[in-house]
């Protein structure tokens, strides 16, 4: 019978992501909420929507290198969160904003913090529409 253990498996692995989505969501509010709003619905002409947002579900790079260094008025948060963090907060948008865009690990994180891929952004270049 191997499909106890996986059971077991697969049953202990529910409350670690759900763990890491309420990590996300916490992460948010104390980091993001103040700007972005509760919904990550942004305020019109200051701060972008985060919320259905073609951005945040999109290329992971991108928005992993504007959490890390910032973009436009937005803080750099590579010196106050650490990579498990930052993937926390990028999971909990792209999936629960975003129509389930897709997971973000630590390890991406960490590659784009290394690889110097986190580029400051002009002002024309801070207000994604979306």
Known sequence: MMFKPLIALFA??????AQ????GASLYQKNCLACHQAKGQGIPGAFPALAGSAFVAGDRTELLATI????GGMPAFAGSMND?????VATYLRDD???????VQSAQVAA???????????????????
Do not use: D, F, M, T
């Open 68 to 71: 890390l260094k910032g973009r």
């Open 97 to 103: 904003w975003n129509g389930k865009a897709g997971p």
């Open 112 to 130: 784009v913090r290394k690889g110097g891929n986190a580029v400051q952004y002009s002002q024309s270049q801070a207000r994604p529409n979306n």
């Open 20 to 23: 890491a989505q309420e990590s």
């Open 84 to 88: 498990e963090q930052i993937a926390a």
């Open 12 to 17: 202990l692995a529910i409350p670690y992501a």
